[in-house]
């Protein structure tokens, strides 16, 4: 599963967290394995609140 982050690098906690804990459970999905990030935007010549990140988490069908 991934999602477009847009704002500060540091504010992606509060999407990973509701993507763990509602909409990988509410899919039918669970974890499996590691969170990734790519990073889209360059943290130099970007401001904060333009920066963008791909967040991923792989899962698998079926509840844990």
Request: no cysteine.
């Amino acid at each position: 599963m991934q999602t477009l982050h847009v704002g500060p690098f540091d504010a992606e906690g509060p999407v990973l967290a509701r993507m763990h804990e509602e909409f990988i459970p509410g899919s039918g999905l669970r974890l499996r394995g590691k969170h990734h990030e790519i990073y889209l935007s360059d943290a130099r010549r970007t401001a904060p609140e333009r920066q963008r990140t791909i967040l991923r988490q792989p899962v698998a069908r079926g509840r844990s």
